[in-house]
């Protein structure tokens, strides 16, 4: 029998993602050029946010952690498909142009500052990060594989997260990543 906190916070993710879900098809059409593509990545990165939901801290800016998925999964889909060749059709266009939320540079330049932050890590700290985000399995799986307590990732995860929100706040109010698309 599932008790109450689950739900709420199984209501929550639904919430959260519901409100963010054009921005991040709108989000992920710019990366792949393509709204099926950009629909099933959306279907997989929302399967893997949910997944994840659990290192997630409510009160923070879901719609940048959401991102930060959408992004890796576009990556993998893009890597997988690298041999494919894109051919932007005028319906494509079109519907590029009807899907765009009126805030999409703001969130290519928080995914701008986003990628000039994930670089200013240290190799141990992004590998981590893409072994939460990228690999299956819960965090828990994830601290047996590396012999660590979960706790422990979870505590460095949820300080990489902070970092790297402050650092794209940081970056957004200097408007170091405006504009770089």
Known sequence: MTNQPDIDRQAEFVQLLNVAHRRLLAYLVSLLGNLQDAEDVLQRASVTMWKKFEVFESGTDFSAWAST???????????????????????????????????????????????????????????????????????????????RAPQTLYNKLNSLRRFLFNCVEQRLSEGLSTNEQ
Request: proline letters at 1%; charged letters at 35%; hydrophobic letters at 40%.
């Open 69 to 147: 998925i959408a992004f890796y999964e576009a990556r993998n889909f893009q890597r997988l498909n690298a041999r494919s060749r894109l051919v932007f059709s005028d319906d494509l266009l079109e519907t590029l142009a009807e899907e765009r939320l009126q805030d999409v540079e703001h969130v290519d330049s928080r995914h701008n500052a986003l990628n000039e932050c994930l670089q200013g890590l240290d190799e141990p700290a992004r590998k981590l990060l893409e072994a939460a985000y990228l690999e299956e399995g819960s965090v828990v799986q994830l601290a047996e594989r590396m012999r």
